[in-house]
């Protein structure tokens, strides 16, 4: 097992000391990190103490580290799961065959197209998420983002490692470009319109750990089957990092879900004009935002009919998410019916993987929605809350700009316009949660419209102090 090097410069497991060439260059291109997070991380919070987890390790059992921690400070690093002894590639036309450790000539721009765009998600989500620690609800939620953060910086020093390390001079010089495009900008905006939505308030911040978190982690899972395989292991060891930040989208809906039954209760009333007088999210607000949040992640995945992902699975750069768990893994004469504008369509499976992903990560998302509605259940109200149909408010593919309802019936477009703000928030839902995004920073409190988590970081109690603001 690897053990993670601290005593250099870059912290890591790659044995970077000794390629000189490589560290010098990851040197060289560590100082503009620490330029960008300082102009587009966190704003403000760079002399607070966080009590924040570092990798010490990369097996599954106690790999991190807690303890009080000044963001700049973080040991940002490069870490890949351990190899997998005799890996042979799971998929494609070159099943069976031995992974790759160099990149093979024929697949090195589209790789780099894949490594760019992951890559290029990962401080974006920080961009976003930039302003979100001046409203926090609570200490406990504050030391919450800003390690979701840390670890999407971590993230990109991931594909940075991989661009610098495999790629050339191509790769430094996108390895720069990381850093010049920023979310939102008019001129150099992120890669994927999902990375250039703002987050400026915590119920999306929720719902974006939810939705787009989790379209991280189906991404990882499937370049994790690569036959590239320092892409691979990154991505292995990415994915447990990622399962947090999942955490804190699914428990704070779920916490959202049991305040505002609370509030139901102590008002006797599922009026939401009542709710929100009293502070809290009533749930049709709540499904508004699960629609939009969820709408905009199912994009992510690209079009239902896609030439590109059928070559990067034949050609073993991209599989589906836990591929093994699959029968035929070359898809050479499979075919699948797939639901399109014009009707239901035959098309061959290797050219509707797109489709296949967004179906198991609809099937994943729907895991949450289960004990929410478990919750509003039990509490004896009849509302549940659903995912919107994955043809509603498409901009990519079959089904871009055509009106289609959130139970997934294709509509008259005159309806569809005047029904929108029902089925996303409208100005006003958004003016009265930003009415809500107010900061508590008392240990232990917690802002009106969240309950109290269950449990408090690594054992602590939920009233520690999770973040020294100095
Ligand atoms: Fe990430
Ligand atoms: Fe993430």
Known sequence: MSSINYAEKIPNNV???????????????????????????????????????????????????????????????????????????????????????????????????????QGDTEPASVEQQRLLGHTCPSLYDLRNLFQVNVEEGRHLWAMVYLLHAHFGRDGREEAEELLARHSGDADKPRILTTFNEPVTDWLSFFCFTYFTDRDGKYQLKSLAESAFDPLSRTCRFMLTEEAHHMFVGETGIGRVVKRTLEVMKELGTDDPAKIRAHGAVDLPLLQKYLNFWCSSSLDLFGSEISSNSAANFAHGLKGRPDESQYEDHVLRDKNMKLRMPEGVQDVPMLNAL???????????????????????????????LTLPAPQFRRSIGAWTGLPVDPTGNLIDKKIFENQLADWIPSEADKAFVRSLMRKVIEPGKMASWVAPPERGINNLPVEYEYVKLH
């Open 15 to 117: 044995n970077l000391v000794s390629d000189r060439t490589l560290q010098r260059a990851l040197e060289h291109w560590q100082p503009h990190f620490l330029q960008w997070w300082h102009e587009m991380g966190p704003s403000d919070f760079e002399a607070s103490d966080v009590y924040l987890r570092t990798a010490v390790s990369v097996d599954a059992q106690g790999w991190a580290q807690y303890g009080a921690v000044k963001m700049p400070d973080y040991r940002w690093g490069i870490f890949l799961a351990d190899p997998v002894q005799d890996r042979k590639i799971g998929f494609g036309d070159q099943m069976g065959q031995p992974v790759w450790q160099q990149i093979p000539g024929e697949y090195r721009s589209t790789l780099r197209r894949l490594i760019v765009t």
């Open 354 to 384: 797109n489709e296949i992903m967004r179906e198991s990560y609809l099937k994943d998302c729907e895991i949450g929605l289960k004990r929410w509605n478990r919750a509003i259940e039990r509490a004896g109200h009849a509302f549940r």
